[in-house]
T-cell receptor, first 111, second 114 residues
Framework: QKEVEQDPGPLSVPEGAIVSLNCTYS??????FMWYRQYSRKGPELLMY????GNKEDGRFTAQVDKSSKYISLFIRDSQPSDSATYLC???????????FGQGTELSVKP | SAVISQKPSRDICQRGTSLTIQCQVD?????MFWYRQQPGQSLTLIAT?????????ESGFVIDKFPISRPNLTFSTLTVSNMSPEDSSIYLC???????????FGPGTRLTVL
């Protein structure tokens, strides 16, 4: 069993839809949770960073962490074609520690 | 945030040869990392390269195959040695910023081995 599980998709939605991306994990020691966005032929860029449980909102993006269920989510509201990319969840136990990535979900937002 | 560049951006190599990938950062960083991203797969950490010490390799990766240099706080190289088609992948350099507790990634080097 992988430490971090993420549905690879692909996920296709119409412009304006609400997108929900999810990851589950098995290591209860994970405390830091991140979402990276990776456009085609580019390196991953940090989108959201969350410590421990709870929600964090940044514009159209909301990250949720439920440590009791070992489940994290990224919501994208009013999705745009420019949101089309691969979204990778990542997590680690402590500051500066080893990042463990999910497989990535490929998202396509159709105009 | 750190700005990271990698050279080359892509290359096509013959089986049995070696390729050295360069990573340059616009600021001094202690921790640098090298990842591999195979098609349809997640990022896999190859090694951690801290300036002034030997690189630390993850399980399944060995120094003879992936020698790493870290001569200063802004530069590192990863060599992929004696390449086979299974080494075809994207290789990514990453740095950790203590100020933001964040890892930043370079654009990657897309390697194809024939």
């Amino acid at each position: 069993q992988k430490e971090v599980e993420q549905d690879p998709g692909p996920l296709s939605v119409p412009e304006g839809a609400i997108v929900s991306l999810n990851c589950t994990y098995s290591n209860s020691a994970f405390q830091y949770f991140m979402w990276y966005r990776q456009y085609s032929r580019k390196g991953p860029e940090l989108l959201m960073y969350t410590y421990s449980s709870g929600n964090k909102e940044d514009g159209r993006f909301t990250a949720q962490v439920d440590k009791s269920s070992k489940y994290i989510s990224l919501f994208i509201r009013d999705s745009q074609p420019s949101d089309s990319a691969t979204y990778l969840c990542a997590m680690r136990e402590n500051q500066g520690g080893k990042l463990i990535f999910g497989q990535g979900t490929e998202l396509s937002v159709k105009p | 945030s750190a700005v990271i560049s990698q050279k080359p951006s892509r290359d096509i190599c013959q089986r049995g040869t070696s390729l050295t990938i360069q990573c340059q950062v616009d600021s001094q960083v202690t921790m640098m990392f090298w990842y591999r991203q195979q098609p349809g797969q997640s990022l896999t950490l190859i090694a951690t390269a801290n300036q002034g010490s030997e690189a630390t390799y993850e399980s399944g990766f060995v120094i003879d195959k992936f020698p790493i240099s870290r001569p200063n706080l802004t530069f590192s190289t990863l060599t992929v040695s004696n390449m086979s088609p299974e080494d075809s992948s994207i290789y990514l350099c990453s740095v950790y910023s203590t100020g933001t507790d964040t890892q930043y990634f370079g654009p990657g080097t897309r390697l194809t081995v024939l």
